[in-house]
Every structure is written in structure tokens, then in C-alpha cells.
């Protein structure tokens, strides 16, 4: 009988954005193989209705478990915004979002307890992490943004130059002028923008990225359930929604280093 903990981890974003919390994850436990599911025919999720995400959340997660994952990492935040107890409702695997890592990184990380947010329009709209950290710090000051055009810079690797310059400074002047100083990246495809980001809000800004800890708590979930994998090498499996050439084009940049070719796969009965 295989043993469970020699399954994979299942990780799925709507695009390219949830191989940063990838390359978090191989770097922390690799030993560990990952499925990687990118939605690409259906990115971006921020701009559509929670119903829709849900349901393409949804059959995301259902992809991965029939690959036979031991836990799912929700690696997009628009989804762990909205979906996320959904998904708890329904299926019985471990499920790990990417709000609550980010908010315990960002209480961490602020002095001033001036907390600033920026995600896709839908994660801004759930209010999940402006509650999330209201809970667990009363007193903080959290001011949400919604950035909707970064995504599709990303997607298309624009990562610097005038373009992405002029559409962060209109993002994010406001922030600026509140003396925001933590600045939570709630999107799993911001960390790209990192260096672009400080040179518009200074360097004296945090950048909480939620990469590292949402990693640390995928290996604490393992290791409560006796499913940490501690021996061999694992490896990472990629899979597109559509036009996997585009995925394998850019998913170095976001992983960080270079990845195997995805496969392409259709979602839904199919899956
Ligand atoms: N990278 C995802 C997130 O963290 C999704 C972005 C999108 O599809 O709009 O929110």
C-alpha cells in the first residue's frame, strides 16, 4: 500500500501568480512532489463574481484530488478570499488558503499598525483581509486597494518599465499619502512587482509577501497529520487550462527557476 504522505501536494492560482507559493513551498520541503494547476483559460478570477470563482475553485480542487493530492494549497488569493470555506464545506482534503499566512506576516512585520492591502477587486470587495486582521489586531489602521490591472501585466511578464510605473503610482499614491507602513501583496502575482512597488511607495515600506508563510504553514499542516515527507527529491507537475505555451513562456520567471512543460486540461466532467 503507498503511503500517504508519499502523495503530492496539489496547488492551483488562475494563472502563473500561485508558482511563486510553488517555489516557497520546493524550497522549504523538497521532498515534497507538487501538482500545479494553473487556470489559464479562465484567468483573471478578480474581476468575476464570487459565485464563479466558487465554481471554478471548485473544480480546480476536484482536478487536483483526483491526482490524489494529500492537501491543496489554495495559492490565489482571490479564491482564498471567496472560497475558501466553501470549499471546506465540501470536500474532506486539508485545505490551505493564502489570507490568514499574510495577515500573521503583516502583524508580525508593522510597527505603525498602519496596514495597507492590495489585491484583485474581488479579494478588496470580500473584505477577508481587513476582517482578518480587525480580529486579530482591534486597534490596526487597514486601508484595501483594488489593483485590477496588475494581473494581466503579470500574465504577460510586463514587470517593469513606464507602463507598469505609471499604473502602480495610480494604485498606490493613495496608500502612500495614508503612511501606510506594511504593505500586504494579496495577490499571489504581485510579488513580481516588488522592486517596481518600492520605488513608488520608498523603501522604508514592508512588503508581506505571503509565499514563505503560507509554506510554513503547509509543513505544519503535514506534520500534525503525520503527512510531511522527509526522504528523496520531489518534483514539481505542471498543468494549463489553455495555451500551456504561454504557461511555459513565462512560469520560470515566477517559479524562479525553470519548470517542465505543462500539460494542457480541460476542467469540469472532464477533469
Ligand atoms: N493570483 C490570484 C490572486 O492571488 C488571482 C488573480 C486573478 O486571477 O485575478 O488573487
Known sequence: MPNISDHPIGIFDSGLGGLTVAAALHKRLPGEDIIYLGDTARVPYGTKSIQTIRRYALECALFLLKREVKLIVVACNTAS???????REILRAPLIGVVEPGVNAALQLSK?????????????????????????????DVYGKACPLLVPLAEEGR?????????????????????????ILGCTHYPLFK?????????????????????????????????????????????ATDIP???????????????????????????
Open 112 to 140: 505603525s499598525g498602519r496596514i495597507g492591502v492590495i489585491g484583485t477587486p474581488s479579494t478588496i470587495r470580500s473584505g477577508a483581509y481587513q476582517s482578518t486582521l480587525k480580529e486579530l489586531a482591534p486597534a490596526a
Open 195 to 239: 522592486r517596481a512597488i518600492k520605488r513608488v511607495m520608498g523603501d522604508e515600506v514592508s512588503l508581506v509577501d505571503s509565499a514563505e508563510t503560507t509554506a510554513a504553514a503547509v509543513e505544519d499542516a503535514l506534520l500534525r497529520e503525520g503527512l510531511l515527507r522527509t526522504h528523496g527529491r520531489g518534483g514539481i507537475k505542471c498543468y
Open 245 to 271: 505555451r504561454h504557461f511555459n513562456r513565462l512560469s520560470g520567471l515566477f517559479f524562479g527557476e525553470r519548470l517542465g512543460r505543462a500539460a494542457r486540461v480541460t476542467l469540469g466532467d472532464a477533469a
Open 159 to 183: 514587470l517593469d518599465g513606464p507602463v507598469v510605473d505609471l499604473v502602480l503610482k495610480g494604485y498606490l499614491t493613495s496608500l502612500k499619502r495614508l503612511r501606510v507602513g506594511t504593505l
Open 81 to 87: 478570499a471567496t472560497a475558501l470555506p466553501t470549499l
